[in-house]
């Protein structure tokens, strides 16, 4: 069976990365919405991509707004703002008919005493449970990403409370290297069936680079037959800083390019 496998572009390589996904028959993870500019200024954006996905035969995913979000936040204040930009990504994402939009969890590391983070678990699930009644009107799935949390409990305490097929996760494997404090085999168990969709790229081993699979540390021919082996054989998103290095990581993948007539 091939690999389900999307190609994340922001706006400065979004043409390439178009191209390339028609090439191959990929998805897209469109992040230019992801950043606040984007969001405020340049509205035209969404006009321009709704005509060039026109007749995209791919399927569509959107990485949402994640600087400085809080939506387990000990101020409602800072919960409404983070909910508002939550709303304007859910807007953007059915008009360019995505599937999924991945939010990041954002827990507080440093926080790691246990009235905390009891206090952390129940703000998120009260916040997803609610923001999933309006993203599953809209026939659109959340995905919880991994980032600076050390541990995979943190976010599966989460998924297991709510517990809808509208949230799953979004398993990050080089967050997961770089600031996870348990093996790799330990994401892959806790998380199991949450695990519907990733975000694949190589770093250094110290900075949270998107190098392609074969520049960096990682070990893609030992990390891809493990995700492969998972209950629900999960999407693959090239999160990569270019085109090219994309195309340099595709043979490791079970892809080919599509037959035109």
């Not at 517990?163 to 290297?177: E, F, M, Q, R, Y």
């Amino acid at each position: 069976m091939m690999d389900n496998v999307v190609l994340a572009c922001d706006h400065y390589n979004f043409d390439e990365c178009l191209e390339l996904a028609k090439e191959y028959d990929l998805g897209l993870e469109i992040q230019t919405f992801a950043y606040p500019d984007a969001l405020d200024n340049h509205p035209e954006w969404i006009d321009e991509y709704e005509y060039k996905l026109k007749n995209f035969s791919g399927k569509i995913s959107m990485h949402g707004a994640f600087m400085d979000m809080t939506s387990a936040s000990f101020d409602p204040k800072v919960v409404a703002l983070t909910l508002s930009r939550y709303r304007q990504n859910l807007t953007i994402a059915a008009r360019l008919k995505a599937h999924t939009v991945v939010f990041h969890a954002n827990y507080l590391t440093s926080m790691r005493n246990a009235p905390f983070r009891r206090a952390w678990t129940d703000k998120q699930v009260v916040f997803w449970t609610n923001l999933i009644k309006e993203s599953s009107a809209m026939g659109i799935r959340l995905a919880l990403e991994n980032m600076w949390e050390y541990d995979p409990k943190i976010i599966g305490d989460v998924l297991r409370q709510v517990n809808s097929p509208w949230l799953i996760t979004c398993l990050d494997v080089g967050h997961a290297h770089l600031f996870g404090e348990v093996p790799f085999t330990d994401w892959l168990k806790d998380l199991d069936g949450f695990i519907q969709y990733t975000h694949l790229n190589n770093n250094g081993g110290r900075v949270d680079e998107h190098r392609g699979f074969d520049d960096g540390v990682m070990d893609f021919d030992s990390i891809l037959p493990k995700l492969r082996a998972l209950p629900r054989k999960p999407i693959f998103t090239l999160e990569i800083e270019s085109a090219a290095a994309m195309r340099r990581s595709l043979p490791y993948l079970e892809v080919k390019k599509k037959e035109f007539a």
